[in-house]
C-alpha cells in the first residue's frame, strides 16, 4: 500500500482552490459556464464562453468609440516625437556642416 501512494502520489489531490473570477458583466453579456449550472466562467478547458461573448449595445449617452482624450493624448504624443526627431536631425546636419569646413 505504501508502494502504491508513493507511486501515485502526483495525482494526490490535496487542496481544492476557489475559483473566483471577475468579469465585467454591464459591458459583455453571453457568460456560460463550463459545466452548467455552476462551473467556472472564464479559463475554461474549453472556448465555449469566448465563442458567446459579445459586447452590451451601448447607451444613447455613451459614445462607441475611443475618448477623445485618449486621440488627444495620441495626436500630442506624436507631435512631440515628431519635434523631437526633427531636432535631431538638424543637429545632426549642423554637426555634419562644421566638419567639413
Not at 6 to 28: G, M
Not at 64 to 86: H, R
Amino acid at each position: 500500500m505504501q508502494q502504491m501512494l508513493y507511486d501515485d502520489w502526483p495525482y494526490a489531490v490535496t487542496y481544492y482552490y476557489d475559483n473566483l473570477v471577475a468579469y465585467r458583466s454591464d459591458k459583455f453579456e453571453g457568460f456560460v459556464p463550463q459545466p452548467d449550472p455552476n462551473g467556472s466562467y472564464l479559463f475554461q478547458y474549453g472556448t465555449w464562453t469566448y465563442d458567446n461573448l459579445k459586447p452590451i449595445a451601448s447607451d444613447a449617452g455613451e459614445s462607441s468609440g475611443p475618448s477623445p482624450a485618449l486621440i488627444g493624448g495620441i495626436a500630442a504624443a506624436v507631435v512631440v516625437l515628431g519635434g523631437l526627431v526633427f531636432l535631431l536631425l538638424r543637429r545632426r546636419r549642423a554637426g555634419a556642416a562644421d566638419d567639413r569646413e
